[in-house]
T-cell receptor, first 114, second 119 residues
Framework: AQTVTQSQPEMSVQEAETVTLSCTYDTSESDYYLFWYKQPPSRQMILVIRQEAYKQQNATENRFSVNFQKAAKSFSLKISDSQLGDAAMYFCAYRLGNTGKLIFGQGTTLQVKP | DAGVIQSPRHEVTEMGQEVTLRCKPISGHDYLFWYRQTMMRGLELLIYFNNNVPIDDSGMPEDRFSAKMPNASFSTLKIQPSEPRDSAVYFC?????????????????FGPGTRLTVL
């Protein structure tokens, strides 16, 4: 069975600094997708970034980028130039290519200090 | 588009009562998902539909839970009878497809959630 693990329950970063959130997953499949979702206090789940397993190039979205290490089954999220609005819970998620089921990690709460 | 719409936003009920949660997906999306979020179990998929047909209901906890999608623009999740352990935030999400064929085609867009409290 596929599993997703986020080993950092809480992280903090100074405004304008860079922070990296960790995620590892376990799968024997080759066709899958990985995602980072943000959940602010409003509890709305918002997609931050996604990565197809077959792509070697790491995905980037403005200040957000990932470090996808397929052999190590690692998918970390880097947030550059952190802003107060980045404070939220961040979830790493896995989805097998031909299914709709997202499997989420436990989440990491990110605090941004002014 | 208004995004995924869920109602009610908050529901408080007593044990044994029937609860119905509602969802309107984004127009044109072929996939609809129901997730549940609790402190103990985190976020977990309950069921999802493709073109109104249930595809995977393996996450539905037990017979007290049922979900329907009578048409492309409406779905319900019903709990009967409700129990205190059903207290959670229930999310509905929708996506255009399961494959990335263009910008965001496989992205699951989530609604604001329904916070259910069963006393």
């Amino acid at each position: 069975a596929q599993t997703v693990t986020q080993s950092q329950p809480e992280m903090s970063v100074q405004e304008a600094e860079t922070v990296t959130l960790s995620c590892t997953y376990d799968t024997s499949e080759s066709d899958y997708y990985l995602f980072w979702y943000k959940q602010p206090p409003s509890r709305q789940m918002i997609l931050v970034i996604r990565q197809e397993a077959y792509k070697q190039q790491n995905a980037t979205e403005n200040r957000f980028s990932v470090n996808f290490q397929k052999a190590a089954k690692s998918f970390s999220l880097k947030i550059s130039d952190s802003q107060l609005g980045d404070a939220a819970m961040y979830f790493c998620a896995y989805r097998l290519g031909n299914t709709g089921k997202l499997i989420f990690g436990q989440g990491t709460t990110l605090q941004v200090k002014p | 588009d208004a995004g995924v719409i869920q109602s009610p936003r908050h529901e408080v009920t007593e044990m044994g009562q029937e609860v119905t949660l509602r969802c309107k997906p984004i127009s044109g999306h072929d996939y609809l998902f129901w997730y549940r979020q609790t402190m103990m179990r985190g976020l977990e998929l309950l069921i999802y539909f493709n073109n109104n047909v249930p595809i995977d209901d393996s996450g539905m906890p037990e017979d007290r839970f049922s979900a329907k999608m009578p048409n492309a623009s409406f779905s319900t999740l019903k709990i009967q009878p409700s129990e205190p352990r059903d207290s959670a935030v229930y999310f509905c999400a929708s996506s255009l497809s399961l494959r990335e064929t263009g910008a965001g085609t496989d992205t699951q867009y989530f609604g604001p959630g329904t916070r259910l409290t069963v006393l």
